[in-house]
């Protein structure tokens, strides 16, 4: 069983749609970051959470340490947001990221 | 200046050729890292530097060899590669000690 793990695997969503991808981990951290990556390579760090709730535009990140759960939601969807948005965590032991498998996300118009 | 700048974009060797992937940054960044990421797979951790001094080589084979001639540039030396290393490196940066990563756009590697 991976420690982090996020879903769904692959998500569709037409243009407008509100969107979650979820993210399962089972270790303490001291930090946990979402990623978008899109076609070509680029990774850029969206959010990266200890507490609570962060936003950022359309982005808004949760964070429910009790439950070692995070959420990644998008609002007003568009086609520009398309990509493979991974959930990484640090234990609080470690001095490595430990990745989610990634959440392949396409919004069609 | 916020950027990771890779090069080359795209890169094609054979299995006994030498080449080199170049990272850069400008940030002030003392730490910096090589991920090597496949198809539909989550980045692994190759490397990591530390003040210009390597501090995690996470079992890598030795046909890769890093190198940090600087605080603001990171090399990956490559050398007998194998066909399973065709694959997506990437470069990061942070502050030593700092949450925040900075990803450069990568190096598609294909070994013929």
């Known amino acids: 069983k991976n420690e982090v793990e996020q879903s769904p695997q692959n998500l569709t969503a037409q243009e407008g749609e509100f969107i979650t991808i979820n993210c399962s981990y089972s270790?303490?951290?001291?930090?946990l970051h979402w990623l978008q990556q899109h076609p070509g390579g680029g990774i850029v760090s969206l959010f990266m959470?200890?507490?609570g709730k962060k936003k950022h535009g359309r982005l808004i990140a949760t964070i429910n340490i009790q439950e070692k759960h995070s959420s990644l939601h998008i609002t007003a969807s568009h086609p520009r947001d398309s990509a493979v948005y991974i959930c990484a965590v640090r234990e609080t032991s470690g001095s490595r990221l430990t990745f989610g498998e990634g959440t392949q996300l396409t919004v069609n118009p | 200046d916020t950027e990771v700048t890779q090069t080359p974009k795209h890169l094609v060797m054979g299995m006994t050729n030498k080449k080199s992937l170049k990272c850069e940054q400008h940030?002030?960044?003392?730490?910096m890292y090589w991920y090597k990421q496949k198809a539909k797979k989550p980045p692994e951790l190759m490397f990591v530097y530390s003040y210009e001094k390597l501090s995690i080589n996470e079992s890598v084979p030795s046909r890769f060899s890093p190198e940090c001639p600087n605080s603001s540039l990171l090399n990956l030396h490559l050398h007998a590669l194998q066909p399973e290393d065709s694959a997506l490196y990437l470069c990061?940066?942070?502050?030593?000690?700092?949450?925040?990563?900075?990803f450069g756009s990568g190096t598609q590697l294909s070994v013929l």
């Open positions: 270790v303490g951290i001291s930090a």
């Open positions: 959470l200890s507490s």
């Open positions: 940030m002030g960044h003392r730490a």
């Open positions: 990061a940066s942070s502050q030593v000690g700092s949450e925040k990563l900075f």
